[in-house]
């Protein structure tokens, strides 16, 4: 069974830190994706990454997936509290159709004004 | 252009009750999945259609568990005989496939706002 595993589970900053979170798997994906999560609400997709060692930039926000497709970070400069909610990676499982994504838990990031 | 359209937003029953939700995707868009989502877990993957076609299920999909997507557009998602087991956040998302299934890469899900399920 794929998992993916991400760290830290809470995170709670001031803002104007900078921070990382990770998400980790021992199973190669084929692509990553990163949501954002408020509460009440459903998921928000941030990016797609698909090549081994693959870098994207969305503003203050940088996404990187690892060489060997196991594993991928976001990291947040100059956090902001708009940039407070649950941070969620997903992949698509081997043979599996690209929507039929396997979730982590993800990491509930609070950044205080 | 709306976005996806989950209602009720939420529900509220007492064991054994049925319950159906409903999901209006963004129009167009060809594929529908249902996602199920519990207090500090990520979503869980249930189900989807590629129009009407439901193309694969969950072992998470018991038999007390069906969906349907009758003409390629809405979708609804039943439970009969509710168990408190049941109480989740139900999201719907929507996509727009214009390749072969095979050679589809970077399929983006837009979600639905969720209906809140629960079953006392």
């Known amino acids: 069974t794929q998992l993916l595993e991400q760290s830290p589970q809470f995170l709670s900053i001031q803002e104007g830190e900078n921070l990382t979170v990770y998400c980790n798997s021992s199973?190669?994906?084929?692509?990553l994706q990163w949501y954002r999560q408020e509460p009440g609400e459903g998921p928000v997709l941030l990016v797609t990454v698909v090549t081994g060692g693959e870098v994207k930039k969305l503003k203050r926000l940088t996404f990187q997936f690892g060489d060997a497709r196991k594993d991928s970070s976001l990291h947040i400069t100059a956090a902001q509290p708009g940039d407070t909610g649950l941070y969620l990676c997903a992949g698509p499982p081997y043979g599996g159709s690209q929507g039929n994504l396997i979730f982590g838990k993800g990491t509930k990031l609070s950044v205080k004004p | 252009d709306t976005g996806v359209s989950q209602d009720p937003r939420h529900k509220i029953t007492k064991r054994g009750q049925n319950v159906t939700f409903r999901c209006d995707p963004i129009s167009e868009h060809n594929r529908l999945y249902w996602y199920r989502q519990t207090l500090g877990q990520g979503p869980e993957f249930l189900t989807y259609f590629q129009n009407e076609a439901q193309l694969e299920k969950s072992r998470l999909l018991s038999d007390r568990f069906s969906a349907e997507r009758p003409k390629g557009s809405f979708s609804t998602l039943e439970i009969q005989r509710t168990e408190q087991g049941d109480s989740a956040m139900y999201l719907c998302a929507s996509s727009r496939i214009t390749g072969i299934m095979a050679v589809v890469t970077n399929e983006k899900l837009f979600f639905g706002s969720g209906t809140q399920l629960s079953v006392l």
């Open positions: 199973s190669v994906f084929s692509s």
